[in-house]
């Protein structure tokens, strides 16, 4: 059963974690211009947010 709880949490964070990026990546280009965030950058933001 813990396994499978495993799983589950993983999943959400993994949606979770594709969710924060999609909204990072839907920016307009100035504002992600002005917050300094790139492609990696966003990648980066949205595991932190999400997996710490």
Known sequence: ???LSSLASAA?????Y???????NG???KVKADLDIDEARACELAR????G
């Not at 959400?12 to 979770?16: G, Q």
């Not at 932190?48 to 997996?51: G, H, L, N, R």
């Open 1 to 3: 059963m813990k396994t």
């Open 12 to 16: 959400r964070k993994r949606a979770a």
């Open 18 to 24: 594709r969710r924060t990026l999609a909204e990072l």
């Open 27 to 29: 920016l307009p280009s």
């Open 48 to 51: 932190t947010a999400i997996y």
